[in-house]
C-alpha cells in the first residue's frame, strides 16, 4: 500500500511538471553553429544557422526573396499540388495556421513546390485561390528545380529529391523562420498536435520582439 | 432463477438470429468501407466528408446518385477529369489507390448509407460489370 502511494506521488510529481517545462522550453536554433571570437574585443559570438538568399517567383509572378519576409516570421514548408498523400493533410494543418494568424501582418507562409513543371504560376494562383488564400500573405513559390531541390537542402535541412522513379520526395514539415533567418523550430505538418506547438511557437516567438 | 437467466440468453440470442444473412453482409460492407474511407479518402475529402475549401469536393449524395458509373471507375483506376457539385469545379486529379473491386463496393456501399440514402448494398458483382465499362478516359 506504501509503495502505491509513493509511486503515484512520483507519477503525479512528474506529470506536473510536463506543462510547466513546455511552458518555459525556449526555442532552439536548428542547424549547424559557429561559435567566433572577435579579435580586437575578445568576445565570442555563435553565429547560427540561416536561411540563403533565394530568389523565386510567387502566384501573382512577383518576385520572392529574403526581402519579402524583412522584419517578419514566416512558416515555410514544400508540396507540390497534385500530391495525392500527405500534402491535403499538410495543407489543412497549414490552413488552421494561417486562420489563427489572421489578426497580424508580422507573421507570413511561404510553400514552396517540388514540382515546377506541373506546378507554374497559373496552376499556383488556381490553387491559392481554391485554398482562399491572400497572395500578399501566403506565398506559393516556383523556380528552377535544382534551386528549390539545392535551397530546401542547405537552409531548411529538409529532404527534397526525386525518387528515381518520376515520383518526388518531400518533407513533411513545417518550419519556423524568426526575423534575422534563423530556423527555430521544424514540426510534423500532418500532425495536428505538432501543429498545435507550431502556433504556440509562433506566439512565443512574436513576444520576443515586442517591445 | 438460473433456469430464467438462460432462458433470456436463449431467446436473446434466437432474437439476433433474425437479422438476415443480407443485413450481416451490409453491416460487413460499412465497417470495411469505413475502415477503407478513413485510409484511402479521408485526406483530401476528410472524415466527415466535407472536402477541403475548393481544392477537393465534398462527399455529395446527389452526385453519387446521378454518377455512381464514373465514381465506381474513378476509385477504381483514379480520374484525372474535372467534376462540378453545388456550382464549384474541382480540377485536381484523384489518384489510383489499387483497390479491389470488392474493396471499391464496401467503399461505395458506406458513402451511399452515410451520404446518399443508401439502400441496401452496391456489391462487389455489380462493381465489377461496372469496372468492366470503365474504358480508358480519365483514368490516372
Redesign the interface.
Given at each position: 500500500m506504501r509503495i502505491l502511494f509513493w509511486i503515484s506521488f512520483t507519477v503525479l510529481a512528474f506529470s506536473a511538471c510536463g506543462p510547466k517545462k513546455e511552458m518555459n522550453r525556449k526555442l532552439p536554433f536548428l542547424g549547424r553553429f559557429e561559435v567566433v571570437k572577435n579579435e580586437s574585443t575578445g568576445a565570442v559570438d555563435t553565429l547560427y544557422h540561416k536561411i540563403d538568399d533565394f530568389r523565386f517567383v510567387n502566384q501573382d509572378s512577383t518576385w520572392i526573396t529574403a526581402e519579402t519576409f524583412a522584419d517578419k516570421i514566416y512558416v515555410a514548408d514544400f508540396f507540390f499540388?497534385?500530391c495525392?498523400?500527405?500534402c491535403?493533410?499538410m495543407?489543412?494543418q497549414m490552413?488552421r495556421v494561417y486562420d489563427s494568424m489572421k489578426l497580424t501582418d508580422e507573421v507570413l507562409f511561404l510553400s514552396h513546390t517540388v514540382d515546377p513543371k506541373h506546378d507554374s504560376v497559373a496552376v499556383l494562383k488556381?490553387?491559392a485561390?481554391?485554398?482562399?488564400v491572400e497572395s500578399n500573405r501566403w506565398h506559393f513559390v516556383t523556380g528552377a528545380k535544382e534551386d528549390i531541390y539545392k535551397h530546401g537542402q542547405t537552409s531548411y535541412m529538409a529532404s527534397v529529391m526525386e525518387d528515381g522513379s518520376g515520383g518526388l520526395i518531400h518533407s513533411g514539415r513545417f518550419f519556423l523562420i524568426d526575423k534575422e533567418r534563423h530556423v527555430r523550430g521544424a514540426y510534423d505538418g500532418t500532425d495536428p498536435a505538432s501543429v498545435d506547438l507550431l502556433i504556440k511557437d509562433i506566439k512565443k516567438l512574436m513576444k520576443t520582439y515586442e517591445k | 432463477m438460473k433456469n430464467s437467466v438462460i432462458f433470456i440468453f436463449i431467446a436473446f440470442g434466437a432474437f439476433s438470429c433474425f437479422s438476415s444473412a443480407e443485413d450481416i453482409k451490409l453491416r460487413r460492407y460499412m465497417v470495411a468501407g469505413e475502415r477503407l474511407y478513413e485510409q484511402h479518402c479521408s485526406?483530401?475529402h476528410?472524415l466527415d466528408g466535407a472536402g477541403?475549401?475548393?481544392?477537393?469536393p465534398p462527399i455529395d449524395g446527389e452526385y453519387l446518385k446521378g454518377n455512381l458509373s464514373q465514381v465506381i471507375c474513378g476509385i477504381k483506376y483514379g480520374s484525372s477529369d474535372s467534376l462540378t457539385i453545388k456550382g464549384v469545379k474541382y480540377?485536381?486529379?484523384?489518384?489510383d489507390a489499387h483497390l479491389t473491386d470488392l474493396e471499391v463496393a464496401e467503399i461505395v456501399t458506406y458513402l451511399s448509407h452515410t451520404w446518399a440514402d443508401g439502400q441496401g448494398i452496391i456489391g462487389v458483382n455489380e462493381v465489377k460489370e461496372i469496372v468492366k465499362e470503365c474504358g480508358d478516359i480519365g483514368r490516372q
Open positions: 499540388t497534385t495525392p498523400d500527405i491535403p493533410k495543407k489543412t490552413l488556381d490553387f485561390e481554391r485554398l482562399s | 485526406n483530401c476528410q477541403f475549401q475548393k481544392l477537393y480540377v485536381l486529379p484523384m489518384p
